[in-house]
C-alpha cells in the first residue's frame, strides 16, 4: 500500500511559477513510475507528465511541454512537479498517482487507469 500527499498548491499570476511535491509513504517508492494529472472544473482527469523509477525518463502532455519538469527523489520518497510560465488554462486540482512497475522500466503511462494508488489533490490557481 502506498499513501501519496500532495502539497504546494496555491493561487498565482499568469506567468509565475509553483513546485508541487508529492511525498509517499512505503518503502518502494523506486519501484514505482510516479504521474501527475490534472483536472479542471466540469473536465476529465487529463495526463501532465511521468517520471521512470529513477528519474531518468520523463514524459510530458504536450500542453506542458517546455514548462512543466517533473523531478524524483527516491532518498526523499518524494517526486516534483516544477511548473513555470503558468497560464489561466493551467488551472486545476492536480493529482499524483504512482503505478507499480519495478525497476528498469521507462513505459509512458499516460493513462489514469494505469496507475495503482492516488493523491486527494492539491488546487492550482492561475489568474490573468
Known amino acids: 500500500q502506498v499513501q501519496l500527499v500532495e502539497s504546494g498548491g496555491g493561487l498565482v499570476q499568469a506567468g509565475g511559477s509553483l513546485r508541487l511535491s508529492c511525498a509517499a509513504s512505503?518503502?518502494?517508492?523506486?519501484?514505482?513510475?510516479m504521474g501527475w494529472f490534472r483536472q479542471a472544473p466540469g473536465k476529465e482527469r487529463e495526463f501532465v507528465g511521468v517520471?521512470?523509477?529513477?528519474?531518468?525518463?520523463?514524459y510530458y502532455a504536450d500542453s506542458v511541454k517546455g514548462r512543466f519538469t517533473i523531478s524524483r527523489d527516491n532518498a526523499k520518497n518524494t517526486v516534483y512537479l516544477q511548473m513555470n510560465s503558468l497560464k489561466p488554462e493551467d488551472t486545476a486540482v492536480y493529482y499524483c498517482?504512482?503505478?507499480?512497475?519495478?525497476?528498469?522500466?521507462?513505459?509512458?503511462?499516460?493513462?489514469?487507469?494505469?496507475?495503482?494508488?492516488w493523491g486527494h489533490g492539491t488546487q492550482v490557481t492561475v489568474s490573468s
Open positions: 512505503g518503502r518502494t517508492f523506486s519501484s514505482y513510475a
Open positions: 498517482a504512482a503505478k507499480l512497475t519495478g525497476r528498469y522500466s521507462s513505459g509512458r503511462y499516460v493513462g489514469k487507469d494505469e496507475y495503482d494508488y
Open positions: 517520471i521512470n523509477w529513477s528519474g531518468g525518463a520523463t
